[in-house]
């Protein structure tokens, strides 16, 4: 792949700007955490659909410190432990607070992020949701990878 096809890397500002402004908007909690979840611990689309609430909880039902991704969520053989941001850790609190007042909450199977309409939702849907938010905020070149690439980038500078 030539790199004029890859994915613009988001700068530390645009990802304060977008995660700020996604959150005073509909459904702000849940597309503000899609967002986090990419740029901050780099979650591909099919990762973030994918996502149960038994992969980001200690068995107390407390938000754990890892995101456990398991084969099945991920792209391939590719499960792994990933850091929670404490930004994603405060969203996924409140989304917790909001789905435990249902009485049918059930997080072994239960995906953390819904539709109004569904239970879940797809990868298609998310990356659609980073295309329409890009687009809105003129952002070109951005799709759903630019936030695991803004991600791999921050990481690699803070190691060298």
């Known amino acids: 792949m030539s790199l004029s096809k890859q994915a613009k890397v988001l700068t530390k500002r645009q990802v304060e700007s977008l995660s700020r402004d996604l959150r005073g908007k509909r459904n702000g909690l849940r597309n503000e955490t899609i967002f986090l979840l990419s740029a901050k ?80 939702t797809s990868a298609q849907v998310i990356v659609n949701l980073f295309q329409t938010i890009y687009r809105e905020y003129g952002l070109n070149g951005c799709s759903s990878h630019s936030g695991r690439r803004t991600f791999i980038t921050e990481v690699s500078r803070k190691i060298s």
């Open 41 to 120: 611990s780099g979650l591909r689309a099919k990762e973030i659909a994918e996502l149960k609430w038994i992969h980001v909880l200690n068995s107390d039902n407390t938000i754990d410190d890892y995101i456990r991704l398991p084969d099945s969520a991920s792209k391939g053989n590719g499960g792994r432990e990933i850091p929670v941001h404490h930004s994603i850790r405060a969203n996924l609190f409140e989304m917790l607070k909001q789905r435990v007042c249902d009485e049918t909450f059930e997080p072994s199977t239960e995906h953390v992020i819904r539709t109004e309409r569904s239970p879940r």
